[in-house]
């Protein structure tokens, strides 16, 4: 018997369902998400790298002392949506911004809103812009065979959707489907173990419904999947026919064949997975034996896609998990270069957790 779970369940950062999938970054919650102060700096240091950008400034407190202050920014692919480039600021430049302090008022470390420029630009970190009507909106070309840039649609509101995503990867649920193994690694979760803080590449089943976009590009004997801000994650859905080849060396993305149904819908089937720390959700690991199967339909006329899928693992769970999500086409286009995961950038908020 599968265990269906639903989207909300299975979508990456939401916090229902057996097992929590892993979050692209650490969770927010040591910030004051719901206070936002100013603060005027000058930028001393700027790591423009990955998971996330980080600005060091001196701002000056209350009594006119000197204080050095560590603000955390979005990914770089965030930020270049947002209309940033590596550029933006400068280390010299003073700066107004609006962010969200640490809950303990002992540590110098913030999460930026948004910024304003020297020239009095605003550009927005992990903010909320304000929307503009009266913007152009860019032409959006409806897929006909799955090609083209989609995004995958979060239930609940905008400001919902981040809030969520803010707060990052909630713990597994305590009871599900799970083997002996499965229940002793619930059981010892521990946050900080997560494994992008170490840039370890993340796997399937998170990647199929994970924070920003997707990139897919047909060829008459394959499918490629790019995946913004994953640099080690674009997959390859083969269409020739053949089986997985004797001497495939096992990876964290698997060997994926994929066909086409009568009714136009794509399956795919993954095996050859390597193990993975939690490669099964927040705090449960995968296996040699995992195996997903994906079915894709495009719908509204190309603008929109429709996924479902199980997923199996005997070495964890005792079922077939199944989840399902939606997709909307977006305009087509090329993601921006990203510096690859540093490690000590992931770490980083660790220095403000003791």
Not at 242 to 270: C, I, M, Q, W
Request: one cysteine or more; glycine letters at 8%.
């Amino acid at each position: 018997m599968n265990t269906r779970l639903s989207a909300v369940a299975l979508a990456a950062v939401l916090s229902s369902g057996f097992v929590a999938p892993v979050s692209a970054h650490h969770s927010r919650a040591a910030f004051q998400l719901d206070v936002k102060s100013e603060m005027r700096a000058k930028i001393t240091r700027l790591r423009w790298t990955n998971p996330h950008v980080f600005l060091v400034g001196e701002v000056i407190n209350d009594k006119g002392e000197k204080e050095e202050w560590t603000f955390e920014g979005h990914s770089v692919s965030g930020l270049s949506h947002m209309g940033w480039t590596k550029d933006t600021v400068k280390e010299g430049d003073e700066l107004l911004l609006v962010v969200n302090k640490h809950r303990d008022a002992d540590k110098h470390f913030a999460l930026m809103d948004h910024v304003v420029l020297p020239s009095g630009r605003i550009v927005y970190s992990v903010g909320q812009p304000p929307v503009d009507p009266n913007a152009p909106k860019p032409p959006i070309r409806a897929s006909t065979d799955f090609s083209g840039n989609w995004k995958y649609v979060f239930p609940g509101t905008p400001e919902q959707v981040r809030q969520r995503i803010l707060l990052g990867t909630p713990a597994p649920a305590k009871d599900g489907p799970y083997t002996a193994k499965a229940k002793a690694q619930v059981a010892a979760y521990a946050e900080n173990d997560n494994p992008t803080l170490r840039c370890i590449p993340a796997t399937l089943p998170y990647l199929l419904m994970a924070v920003y976009e997707y990139k897919w590009i047909r060829y008459s004997d394959r499918i490629v999947i790019e995946k913004e801000q994953f640099n080690e994650s674009t997959r390859v859905i083969h269409l020739d026919g053949k089986p997985r080849p004797a001497n495939f060396r096992p990876n964290p993305l698997g060997y994926s064949v994929g066909h086409f149904e009568k009714d136009g819908a794509l399956v795919v089937e993954t095996s050859g997975f390597s193990p993975a720390p939690w490669g099964n959700g927040s705090g449960i690991d995968s296996g040699s034996r995992k195996k997903i199967v994906e079915r894709y339909t495009l719908a509204d006329g190309g603008l929109s896609l429709s996924l479902s899928y199980s997923h199996e693992d005997p070495e964890y769970f005792t079922q077939t998990m199944s989840g399902q999500g939606r997709f909307q086409k977006l305009p087509d286009f090329n993601f921006a270069q990203n510096p690859p995961c540093d490690i000590k950038t992931a770490q980083q908020h660790l220095a403000y957790d003791r």
